[in-house]
Protein backbone atom coordinates (compact mmCIF):
# COMPACT_ATOMS: atom_id res chain seq x y z
CA UNK A 1 0.00 0.00 0.00
CA UNK A 2 1.60 3.45 -1.09
CA UNK A 3 1.16 6.12 1.18
CA UNK A 4 -1.31 4.95 3.74
CA UNK A 5 -3.42 7.34 5.42
CA UNK A 6 -2.96 5.87 8.88
CA UNK A 7 0.38 3.58 9.53
CA UNK A 8 -0.75 1.60 12.70
CA UNK A 9 2.50 -0.13 14.38
CA UNK A 10 1.24 -3.44 16.41
CA UNK A 11 -1.69 -5.51 15.64
CA UNK A 12 -2.56 -6.40 19.30
CA UNK A 13 -5.63 -5.58 21.12
CA UNK A 14 -5.76 -1.40 20.58
CA UNK A 15 -4.41 -1.91 17.06
CA UNK A 16 -6.91 -4.05 15.96
CA UNK A 17 -9.70 -1.96 17.25
CA UNK A 18 -7.56 1.32 15.41
CA UNK A 19 -7.76 -0.90 12.36
CA UNK A 20 -11.61 -1.71 12.27
CA UNK A 21 -12.34 1.74 13.38
CA UNK A 22 -10.31 3.81 10.62
CA UNK A 23 -10.95 1.36 7.80
CA UNK A 24 -14.73 1.38 8.36
CA UNK A 25 -15.85 4.21 6.28
CA UNK A 26 -13.76 3.35 3.36
CA UNK A 27 -12.51 6.95 3.18
CA UNK A 28 -8.79 6.41 4.73
CA UNK A 29 -6.18 3.73 3.43
CA UNK A 30 -4.67 2.16 6.94
CA UNK A 31 -1.74 0.27 6.83
CA UNK A 32 -0.93 -2.33 9.72
CA UNK A 33 2.38 -3.69 10.80
CA UNK A 34 2.83 -6.80 12.60
CA UNK A 35 6.23 -7.97 14.07
CA UNK A 36 4.24 -11.38 14.77
CA UNK A 37 2.97 -14.10 12.30
CA UNK A 38 -0.82 -15.07 11.56
CA UNK A 39 -3.16 -16.00 14.44
CA UNK A 40 -4.57 -18.88 12.69
CA UNK A 41 -2.67 -21.46 14.91
CA UNK A 42 -4.84 -24.21 17.18
CA UNK A 43 -3.27 -23.54 20.65
CA UNK A 44 -3.89 -20.07 19.75
CA UNK A 45 -7.17 -20.46 18.76
CA UNK A 46 -7.96 -23.36 21.63
CA UNK A 47 -8.94 -21.34 24.93
CA UNK A 48 -6.96 -23.60 27.07
CA UNK A 49 -3.86 -23.50 24.57
CA UNK A 50 -2.87 -20.66 26.67
CA UNK A 51 -0.64 -23.05 28.48
CA UNK A 52 1.47 -23.60 24.96
CA UNK A 53 1.70 -20.36 23.73
CA UNK A 54 2.94 -19.13 27.32
CA UNK A 55 6.64 -19.90 26.37
CA UNK A 56 6.31 -19.62 22.45
CA UNK A 57 8.84 -18.04 21.10
CA UNK A 58 6.45 -18.10 17.52
CA UNK A 59 3.76 -16.20 18.92
CA UNK A 60 5.62 -14.51 21.88
CA UNK A 61 8.30 -11.72 22.68
CA UNK A 62 9.10 -14.47 25.81
CA UNK A 63 10.46 -10.90 28.13
CA UNK A 64 12.20 -11.45 30.96
CA UNK A 65 12.50 -9.34 33.86
CA UNK A 66 15.61 -8.35 35.83
CA UNK A 67 16.31 -9.83 39.33
CA UNK A 68 13.43 -8.31 41.55
CA UNK A 69 14.58 -7.56 45.37
CA UNK A 70 10.54 -7.49 46.01
CA UNK A 71 10.13 -10.85 44.74
CA UNK A 72 13.10 -12.73 46.64
CA UNK A 73 15.56 -12.02 43.82
CA UNK A 74 13.66 -14.08 40.97
CA UNK A 75 13.47 -12.95 37.56
CA UNK A 76 9.89 -13.17 35.90
CA UNK A 77 8.87 -14.72 32.80
CA UNK A 78 6.83 -11.70 31.05
CA UNK A 79 5.50 -13.10 28.04
CA UNK A 80 3.34 -10.64 25.21
CA UNK A 81 2.41 -11.52 21.99
CA UNK A 82 3.34 -11.58 18.93
CA UNK A 83 0.96 -12.58 16.65
CA UNK A 84 -1.87 -11.43 15.42
CA UNK A 85 -4.16 -10.01 17.69
CA UNK A 86 -1.10 -9.25 20.61
CA UNK A 87 -1.78 -10.49 23.80
CA UNK A 88 -5.24 -10.87 23.80
CA UNK A 89 -4.21 -14.62 21.66
CA UNK A 90 -2.30 -16.07 24.69
CA UNK A 91 -3.82 -14.06 27.55
CA UNK A 92 -6.38 -16.47 29.90
CA UNK A 93 -9.28 -14.31 28.07
CA UNK A 94 -10.52 -13.06 31.01
CA UNK A 95 -12.83 -9.89 30.72
CA UNK A 96 -13.05 -7.08 33.51
CA UNK A 97 -13.82 -3.55 32.81
CA UNK A 98 -12.37 -2.18 35.79
CA UNK A 99 -14.12 -0.03 38.59
CA UNK A 100 -15.86 3.41 37.19
CA UNK A 101 -13.61 4.91 39.72
CA UNK A 102 -10.90 3.76 37.93
CA UNK A 103 -11.77 5.79 34.63
CA UNK A 104 -12.77 8.88 36.74
CA UNK A 105 -9.54 8.97 38.19
CA UNK A 106 -8.24 9.26 34.39
CA UNK A 107 -10.57 12.14 33.96
CA UNK A 108 -9.50 14.15 37.22
CA UNK A 109 -5.72 13.19 36.32
CA UNK A 110 -6.32 16.01 33.50
CA UNK A 111 -7.53 13.81 31.23
CA UNK A 112 -10.88 15.21 29.59
CA UNK A 113 -13.06 12.12 27.62
CA UNK A 114 -11.74 9.41 29.67
CA UNK A 115 -14.25 9.19 32.76
CA UNK A 116 -16.14 6.54 33.39
CA UNK A 117 -19.14 7.97 30.98
CA UNK A 118 -17.02 8.03 27.78
CA UNK A 119 -15.22 4.48 28.61
CA UNK A 120 -18.31 2.61 29.65
CA UNK A 121 -19.97 3.40 26.68
CA UNK A 122 -16.87 2.21 24.87
CA UNK A 123 -17.42 -1.44 26.57
CA UNK A 124 -21.18 -1.18 25.11
CA UNK A 125 -20.31 -0.67 22.10
CA UNK A 126 -17.76 -3.13 21.67
CA UNK A 127 -19.72 -6.06 23.80
CA UNK A 128 -21.54 -8.81 23.07
CA UNK A 129 -22.83 -9.80 26.94
CA UNK A 130 -25.57 -12.26 27.50
CA UNK A 131 -25.65 -11.57 31.39
CA UNK A 132 -26.34 -8.02 33.26
CA UNK A 133 -28.90 -5.27 32.88
CA UNK A 134 -28.99 -3.74 29.63
CA UNK A 135 -28.84 -0.46 30.52
CA UNK A 136 -25.16 -1.41 31.63
CA UNK A 137 -23.98 -3.80 29.35
CA UNK A 138 -23.45 -4.18 25.56
CA UNK A 139 -25.28 -6.67 23.42
CA UNK A 140 -24.89 -5.65 19.64
CA UNK A 141 -20.87 -5.09 19.56
CA UNK A 142 -18.65 -7.45 17.55
CA UNK A 143 -16.92 -9.13 20.96
CA UNK A 144 -19.10 -11.88 21.67
CA UNK A 145 -18.64 -12.57 25.45
CA UNK A 146 -19.10 -16.20 26.94
CA UNK A 147 -20.00 -17.52 30.75
CA UNK A 148 -19.19 -20.72 31.72
CA UNK A 149 -22.10 -22.97 32.57
CA UNK A 150 -21.82 -26.56 32.38
CA UNK A 151 -18.38 -26.74 32.19
CA UNK A 152 -17.96 -24.89 35.45
CA UNK A 153 -16.30 -27.20 37.95
CA UNK A 154 -18.87 -28.40 41.14
CA UNK A 155 -16.21 -27.41 43.67
CA UNK A 156 -16.52 -24.11 42.19
CA UNK A 157 -19.57 -23.39 44.10
CA UNK A 158 -18.95 -24.72 47.20
CA UNK A 159 -15.98 -22.06 46.77
CA UNK A 160 -18.92 -19.37 46.87
CA UNK A 161 -21.04 -20.89 49.35
CA UNK A 162 -17.81 -20.60 51.26
CA UNK A 163 -17.06 -16.79 50.55
CA UNK A 164 -20.37 -16.33 51.30
CA UNK A 165 -20.30 -17.47 54.62
CA UNK A 166 -17.70 -14.97 55.03
CA UNK A 167 -19.79 -11.94 54.08
CA UNK A 168 -18.80 -11.69 50.32
CA UNK A 169 -21.65 -11.39 48.10
CA UNK A 170 -22.43 -13.59 44.84
CA UNK A 171 -21.95 -11.08 42.17
CA UNK A 172 -23.79 -12.20 38.83
CA UNK A 173 -22.04 -9.45 37.09
CA UNK A 174 -18.15 -8.22 37.71
CA UNK A 175 -18.72 -5.61 34.99
CA UNK A 176 -22.14 -4.57 36.04
CA UNK A 177 -22.96 -1.81 38.78
CA UNK A 178 -20.91 -3.14 41.49
CA UNK A 179 -17.67 -5.02 41.50
CA UNK A 180 -17.59 -6.47 44.27
CA UNK A 181 -17.78 -10.50 45.68
CA UNK A 182 -17.64 -13.97 44.24
CA UNK A 183 -18.82 -15.52 40.83
CA UNK A 184 -18.38 -16.15 37.54
CA UNK A 185 -15.59 -14.46 34.74
CA UNK A 186 -16.78 -13.40 31.33
CA UNK A 187 -14.53 -14.71 28.60
CA UNK A 188 -13.40 -13.21 24.79
CA UNK A 189 -14.43 -16.98 24.23
CA UNK A 190 -17.37 -17.57 21.31
CA UNK A 191 -18.21 -20.82 19.68
CA UNK A 192 -15.61 -22.77 21.77
CA UNK A 193 -12.81 -20.75 20.45
CA UNK A 194 -10.44 -17.90 21.74
CA UNK A 195 -12.06 -14.17 20.19
CA UNK A 196 -9.20 -12.29 20.01
CA UNK A 197 -8.93 -8.88 18.93
CA UNK A 198 -7.43 -9.78 15.89
CA UNK A 199 -10.80 -12.24 15.09
CA UNK A 200 -13.39 -9.89 16.31
CA UNK A 201 -12.15 -7.01 15.07
CA UNK A 202 -9.23 -7.54 12.57
CA UNK A 203 -9.96 -10.05 10.32
CA UNK A 204 -13.33 -9.00 9.33
CA UNK A 205 -11.64 -5.80 8.27
CA UNK A 206 -9.18 -7.65 6.49
CA UNK A 207 -11.83 -8.01 3.82
CA UNK A 208 -11.69 -4.24 2.74
CA UNK A 209 -9.74 -2.99 0.45
CA UNK A 210 -8.09 0.19 2.48
CA UNK A 211 -6.69 -1.95 4.84
CA UNK A 212 -3.36 -3.89 4.47
CA UNK A 213 -1.51 -5.85 7.14
CA UNK A 214 1.50 -6.88 6.98
CA UNK A 215 2.61 -9.85 9.31
CA UNK A 216 6.36 -10.56 10.10
CA UNK A 217 7.24 -6.35 10.05
CA UNK A 218 9.73 -5.44 12.45
CA UNK A 219 9.56 -1.69 13.42
CA UNK A 220 12.65 -0.64 14.17
CA UNK A 221 12.50 3.60 14.06
CA UNK A 222 10.28 6.56 13.06
CA UNK A 223 11.19 9.08 10.40
CA UNK A 224 11.09 12.55 11.10
CA UNK A 225 10.60 16.05 9.08
CA UNK A 226 11.06 18.39 11.82
CA UNK A 227 8.87 18.32 14.63
CA UNK A 228 6.98 15.91 13.10
CA UNK A 229 6.48 11.78 12.51
CA UNK A 230 6.49 11.09 8.79
CA UNK A 231 6.59 7.41 8.74
CA UNK A 232 8.25 4.39 10.34
CA UNK A 233 11.00 1.90 9.04
CA UNK A 234 10.80 -1.58 9.30
CA UNK A 235 12.89 -4.89 8.81
CA UNK A 236 11.33 -8.10 7.15
CA UNK A 237 12.48 -10.99 5.87
CA UNK A 238 16.07 -9.62 6.27
CA UNK A 239 15.40 -5.92 4.32
CA UNK A 240 14.67 -2.86 5.27
CA UNK A 241 12.01 -0.78 4.00
CA UNK A 242 10.55 2.74 4.95
CA UNK A 243 6.31 3.52 4.30
CA UNK A 244 5.36 7.19 5.33
CA UNK A 245 1.93 8.07 6.43
CA UNK A 246 -0.26 10.59 4.56
CA UNK A 247 -1.87 11.79 8.02
CA UNK A 248 -0.71 9.70 11.26
CA UNK A 249 1.61 7.15 12.64
CA UNK A 250 -0.39 5.26 15.26
CA UNK A 251 2.14 3.03 18.15
CA UNK A 252 0.20 0.40 19.27
CA UNK A 253 3.34 -2.09 20.48
CA UNK A 254 1.94 -2.42 24.41
CA UNK A 255 3.75 -1.43 27.32
CA UNK A 256 6.71 -2.98 26.63
CA UNK A 257 7.11 -2.19 22.97
CA UNK A 258 5.94 1.17 22.29
CA UNK A 259 7.89 3.03 24.75
CA UNK A 260 11.24 1.03 23.73
CA UNK A 261 10.04 2.18 20.13
CA UNK A 262 9.79 5.47 20.87
CA UNK A 263 13.71 5.33 22.79
CA UNK A 264 15.13 3.75 19.93
CA UNK A 265 13.53 6.80 17.98
CA UNK A 266 14.80 9.62 20.13
CA UNK A 267 11.99 10.43 22.75
CA UNK A 268 12.85 9.68 26.17
CA UNK A 269 15.04 10.83 29.08
CA UNK A 270 17.96 12.52 27.28
CA UNK A 271 20.84 11.48 29.39
CA UNK A 272 19.55 8.16 29.24
CA UNK A 273 19.62 8.29 25.07
CA UNK A 274 22.68 9.76 25.09
CA UNK A 275 24.92 7.24 26.69
CA UNK A 276 23.79 4.95 24.20
CA UNK A 277 24.47 7.18 21.34
CA UNK A 278 20.98 8.14 20.24
CA UNK A 279 20.01 11.45 19.20
CA UNK A 280 17.42 13.32 21.52
CA UNK A 281 14.71 14.67 19.68
CA UNK A 282 12.09 14.71 22.34
CA UNK A 283 13.45 14.84 25.97
CA UNK A 284 10.75 13.48 28.09
CA UNK A 285 12.00 11.35 31.11
CA UNK A 286 8.42 9.49 31.64
CA UNK A 287 8.93 7.44 28.55
CA UNK A 288 9.30 4.23 29.88
CA UNK A 289 8.98 4.73 33.31
CA UNK A 290 5.79 5.06 36.28
CA UNK A 291 5.42 1.01 34.98
CA UNK A 292 2.56 -0.29 36.99
CA UNK A 293 1.62 -3.94 37.05
CA UNK A 294 -0.90 -6.72 39.01
CA UNK A 295 1.33 -8.94 41.03
CA UNK A 296 -0.39 -11.92 41.87
CA UNK A 297 -0.33 -15.15 44.55
CA UNK A 298 -1.71 -18.33 45.33
CA UNK A 299 -2.02 -21.03 48.10
CA UNK A 300 -2.87 -24.94 46.80
CA UNK A 301 -4.87 -27.65 48.36
CA UNK A 302 -4.64 -31.09 48.20
CA UNK A 303 -8.57 -31.91 47.87
CA UNK A 304 -10.29 -35.22 48.65
CA UNK A 305 -12.80 -35.31 45.60
CA UNK A 306 -11.79 -34.98 42.32
CA UNK A 307 -11.02 -32.14 40.72
CA UNK A 308 -9.68 -30.77 36.35
CA UNK A 309 -6.74 -32.73 37.83
CA UNK A 310 -8.43 -36.07 37.26
CA UNK A 311 -10.11 -34.75 33.80
CA UNK A 312 -6.53 -33.84 32.01
CA UNK A 313 -3.85 -35.87 34.32
CA UNK A 314 -3.79 -39.52 32.84
CA UNK A 315 -3.80 -39.91 29.30
CA UNK A 316 -7.34 -40.89 28.71
CA UNK A 317 -8.38 -37.74 30.03
CA UNK A 318 -6.26 -35.52 27.85
CA UNK A 319 -7.50 -37.76 24.92
CA UNK A 320 -11.32 -37.74 26.12
CA UNK A 321 -10.61 -33.96 26.41
CA UNK A 322 -8.90 -33.30 23.09
CA UNK A 323 -11.91 -35.40 21.51
CA UNK A 324 -14.43 -33.97 23.05
CA UNK A 325 -12.80 -30.60 21.91
CA UNK A 326 -12.41 -30.87 18.46
CA UNK A 327 -16.13 -32.74 17.63
CA UNK A 328 -17.89 -30.84 20.16
CA UNK A 329 -15.60 -27.47 20.92
CA UNK A 330 -16.85 -28.15 24.64
CA UNK A 331 -15.37 -30.00 27.69
CA UNK A 332 -12.28 -28.02 29.65
CA UNK A 333 -10.08 -27.30 26.79
CA UNK A 334 -13.35 -24.79 26.14
CA UNK A 335 -12.12 -22.24 28.50
CA UNK A 336 -9.77 -20.53 30.88
CA UNK A 337 -8.92 -21.92 33.89
CA UNK A 338 -9.63 -19.22 36.17
CA UNK A 339 -13.54 -19.92 35.98
CA UNK A 340 -14.34 -17.99 38.80
CA UNK A 341 -12.82 -14.95 40.99
CA UNK A 342 -14.13 -12.28 42.61
CA UNK A 343 -13.28 -8.70 44.30
CA UNK A 344 -12.75 -7.92 47.96
CA UNK A 345 -11.59 -4.64 49.96
CA UNK A 346 -9.07 -5.44 52.43
CA UNK A 347 -10.41 -2.57 55.05
CA UNK A 348 -13.69 -1.27 55.10
CA UNK A 349 -11.58 2.06 54.92
CA UNK A 350 -11.26 1.07 51.07
CA UNK A 351 -14.09 2.74 49.34
CA UNK A 352 -13.82 -0.03 46.61
CA UNK A 353 -11.74 -3.42 45.80
CA UNK A 354 -8.39 -3.34 45.87
CA UNK A 355 -7.62 -7.01 45.44
CA UNK A 356 -8.80 -9.73 43.48
CA UNK A 357 -9.35 -13.24 43.97
CA UNK A 358 -8.88 -16.30 40.98
CA UNK A 359 -10.23 -19.62 42.26
CA UNK A 360 -8.86 -22.78 40.12
CA UNK A 361 -10.29 -26.64 40.38
CA UNK A 362 -6.91 -27.52 39.45
CA UNK A 363 -3.00 -27.77 40.64
CA UNK A 364 0.06 -27.48 39.48
CA UNK A 365 2.16 -28.06 42.59
CA UNK A 366 5.43 -30.47 40.93
CA UNK A 367 7.71 -28.10 39.11
CA UNK A 368 8.21 -28.09 35.78
CA UNK A 369 10.64 -25.68 34.38
CA UNK A 370 10.43 -24.16 31.47
CA UNK A 371 6.64 -25.15 31.17
CA UNK A 372 3.41 -23.87 32.16
CA UNK A 373 1.63 -26.87 33.15
CA UNK A 374 -2.04 -26.41 32.91
CA UNK A 375 -2.44 -29.32 30.17
CA UNK A 376 -0.10 -30.99 32.66
CA UNK A 377 -1.73 -30.98 35.83
CA UNK A 378 -0.65 -32.83 39.17
CA UNK A 379 -1.21 -36.49 39.61
CA UNK A 380 -3.55 -36.10 42.46
CA UNK A 381 -6.69 -33.67 42.83
CA UNK A 382 -5.91 -30.45 43.77
CA UNK A 383 -7.24 -26.83 43.81
CA UNK A 384 -5.93 -23.01 43.80
CA UNK A 385 -7.22 -20.11 45.16
CA UNK A 386 -5.04 -17.02 43.83
CA UNK A 387 -4.96 -13.29 44.51
CA UNK A 388 -3.43 -10.15 42.79
CA UNK A 389 -3.12 -6.43 44.33
CA UNK A 390 -5.63 -3.83 41.97
CA UNK A 391 -4.27 -0.49 42.86
CA UNK A 392 -0.32 -1.12 43.04
CA UNK A 393 1.40 1.95 44.55
CA UNK A 394 5.22 0.25 43.58
CA UNK A 395 6.50 1.60 40.22
CA UNK A 396 8.88 -0.13 38.04
CA UNK A 397 10.64 1.23 34.10
CA UNK A 398 11.27 -0.23 31.06
CA UNK A 399 14.27 1.31 29.23
CA UNK A 400 16.37 -0.01 26.48
CA UNK A 401 19.55 -1.46 27.17
CA UNK A 402 21.00 -0.49 23.61
CA UNK A 403 20.64 1.44 20.10
CA UNK A 404 19.84 -2.30 18.29
CA UNK A 405 15.77 -2.77 17.86
CA UNK A 406 16.57 -6.33 18.34
CA UNK A 407 18.10 -6.08 21.81
CA UNK A 408 15.18 -6.63 24.23
CA UNK A 409 14.75 -4.00 27.05
CA UNK A 410 15.42 -4.04 30.53
CA UNK A 411 12.58 -4.37 32.28
CA UNK A 412 12.68 -3.53 35.95
CA UNK A 413 9.45 -4.17 37.71
CA UNK A 414 10.18 -3.07 41.39
CA UNK A 415 7.28 -5.23 42.55
CA UNK A 416 6.14 -5.30 46.33
CA UNK A 417 8.93 -2.43 46.84
CA UNK A 418 6.07 -0.44 48.29
CA UNK A 419 4.99 -1.53 52.01
CA UNK A 420 1.49 -0.23 51.64
CA UNK A 421 1.41 -3.41 48.89
CA UNK A 422 3.24 -6.00 50.96
CA UNK A 423 0.34 -5.44 53.70
CA UNK A 424 -2.38 -6.10 51.38
CA UNK A 425 -0.99 -9.18 50.03
CA UNK A 426 -0.24 -10.56 53.74
CA UNK A 427 -3.68 -9.42 54.93
CA UNK A 428 -4.97 -11.41 51.69
CA UNK A 429 -3.08 -14.44 52.17
CA UNK A 430 -4.57 -14.51 55.87
CA UNK A 431 -8.18 -14.43 53.98
CA UNK A 432 -7.45 -16.89 52.13
CA UNK A 433 -6.90 -19.32 54.79
CA UNK A 434 -9.99 -18.24 56.19
CA UNK A 435 -12.22 -18.83 52.91
CA UNK A 436 -10.49 -22.49 52.94
CA UNK A 437 -11.49 -22.97 56.50
CA UNK A 438 -15.28 -22.08 55.76
CA UNK A 439 -17.54 -24.67 54.96
CA UNK A 440 -18.75 -25.99 52.51
CA UNK A 441 -15.16 -26.00 51.40
CA UNK A 442 -13.16 -26.81 54.03
CA UNK A 443 -15.30 -30.73 53.86
CA UNK A 444 -13.25 -30.97 51.05
CA UNK A 445 -9.90 -30.21 52.18
CA UNK A 446 -7.10 -32.87 52.76
CA UNK A 447 -4.29 -30.76 53.33
CA UNK A 448 -3.09 -27.45 52.53
CA UNK A 449 0.31 -27.71 50.34
CA UNK A 450 1.69 -24.35 49.20
CA UNK A 451 3.05 -22.75 51.24
CA UNK A 452 1.76 -25.16 53.98
CA UNK A 453 1.02 -24.42 58.01
CA UNK A 454 4.11 -24.57 58.38
CA UNK A 455 4.29 -21.00 56.88
CA UNK A 456 2.28 -19.08 59.71
CA UNK A 457 3.62 -16.01 60.84
CA UNK A 458 3.71 -12.53 59.31
CA UNK A 459 7.46 -13.01 58.73
CA UNK A 460 7.20 -16.19 56.97
CA UNK A 461 3.84 -15.54 55.17
CA UNK A 462 6.01 -12.29 53.45
CA UNK A 463 8.88 -14.15 52.64
CA UNK A 464 6.53 -16.94 50.92
CA UNK A 465 4.28 -14.23 49.22
CA UNK A 466 7.81 -12.79 47.80
CA UNK A 467 9.07 -15.86 46.93
CA UNK A 468 6.56 -17.16 45.02
CA UNK A 469 4.76 -14.26 43.70
CA UNK A 470 5.21 -12.34 39.95
CA UNK A 471 3.45 -10.64 37.09
CA UNK A 472 -0.33 -11.44 36.57
CA UNK A 473 0.74 -9.54 33.13
CA UNK A 474 -1.16 -6.15 33.32
CA UNK A 475 2.08 -3.76 32.74
CA UNK A 476 0.62 -0.34 32.09
CA UNK A 477 1.00 3.49 31.91
CA UNK A 478 4.82 3.47 30.89
CA UNK A 479 3.94 6.35 28.15
CA UNK A 480 0.81 7.82 30.56
CA UNK A 481 -1.77 10.37 29.13
CA UNK A 482 -1.53 13.25 31.33
CA UNK A 483 -1.73 17.49 30.74
CA UNK A 484 1.73 18.27 31.51
CA UNK A 485 4.55 16.89 29.88
CA UNK A 486 7.15 17.05 32.60
CA UNK A 487 4.61 13.84 34.02
CA UNK A 488 3.42 12.15 30.94
CA UNK A 489 4.28 11.14 27.44
CA UNK A 490 0.90 11.96 25.56
CA UNK A 491 -2.30 14.51 26.07
CA UNK A 492 -5.61 13.73 26.23
CA UNK A 493 -5.93 13.14 22.86
CA UNK A 494 -3.42 10.67 22.58
CA UNK A 495 -1.23 12.87 21.06
CA UNK A 496 3.12 12.41 22.00
CA UNK A 497 4.01 15.67 24.02
CA UNK A 498 6.46 17.64 21.70
CA UNK A 499 6.10 15.74 18.31
CA UNK A 500 3.22 16.11 15.78
CA UNK A 501 1.62 13.30 13.52
CA UNK A 502 2.24 10.64 16.58
CA UNK A 503 -0.38 8.90 18.95
CA UNK A 504 0.60 6.33 20.97
CA UNK A 505 -2.73 3.77 21.75
CA UNK A 506 -2.32 0.73 23.61
CA UNK A 507 -2.19 -0.32 27.94
CA UNK A 508 0.80 2.15 27.90
CA UNK A 509 -1.01 5.15 27.92
CA UNK A 510 -3.35 4.25 30.89
CA UNK A 511 -2.69 6.83 33.75
CA UNK A 512 -3.00 5.04 36.56
CA UNK A 513 -4.09 0.97 36.28
CA UNK A 514 -7.24 -0.50 36.49
CA UNK A 515 -9.14 -2.94 39.05
CA UNK A 516 -8.81 -5.77 37.24
CA UNK A 517 -7.90 -7.87 33.99
CA UNK A 518 -6.25 -4.96 31.49
CA UNK A 519 -7.35 -7.03 28.15
CA UNK A 520 -11.33 -5.02 27.85
CA UNK A 521 -9.52 -1.34 28.94
CA UNK A 522 -7.05 -1.85 26.47
CA UNK A 523 -10.26 -2.54 23.74
CA UNK A 524 -11.80 0.16 25.31
CA UNK A 525 -9.10 2.23 25.12
CA UNK A 526 -8.36 1.15 21.23
CA UNK A 527 -12.31 2.21 20.16
CA UNK A 528 -12.19 5.66 22.16
CA UNK A 529 -9.08 6.32 20.45
CA UNK A 530 -10.39 5.86 17.12
CA UNK A 531 -13.39 8.48 17.63
CA UNK A 532 -10.51 11.01 18.69
CA UNK A 533 -8.67 10.17 15.59
CA UNK A 534 -11.50 10.49 13.20
CA UNK A 535 -12.90 13.73 14.49
CA UNK A 536 -9.64 15.29 14.52
CA UNK A 537 -9.11 13.88 10.52
CA UNK A 538 -12.65 15.25 9.57
Given amino acids: MN ?71 NVDHWPRGKVLGGSSSINAMVWVRGHRQDFDDWRDAGNPGWGADEMFSAFRDVECAVIGEDAVRGRKGPLNLFLPGKTVHPLTRKWFQSAQALGLPLNPDFNGESQEGVGLFEFTIHGGRRLSAARAFLRPAMKRSNLRVITGAHVTGLTFDGGRVTGVTYSRRGKTATVKAAREVILSGGSVNSPQLL ?101 TVIPRPGERPILSPDPWPGFSIGWSNCRPKSRGEIMIRSADPSEPPRITPNALSHEDDVAEMLATGKFIRQMAAAKPLSDCIEAELLPGPDISDDEA ?78
Fill in 3 to 73: DPDFIIIGAGSAGCVMAERLSASGRHKVLVLEAGGDDRRFFVQMPLGYGKTFFDPKVNWMYRAEPDAGLAG
Fill in 263 to 363: QLSGIGAADHLKGLGIDVRVDNANVGRNLEDHIGANYTFRANCPTINQQLGPWWGKLSAGLRYILLRDGPLSVSLNQAGGFIRTSPDHARPNMQLYFQAFS
Fill in 461 to 538: MIADIRRRSGTVYHPVATCRMGPDPATSVVDARLRVHGLAGLRVVDCSIFPNIVTGNTNAAAIATGWRASELVLQDSA
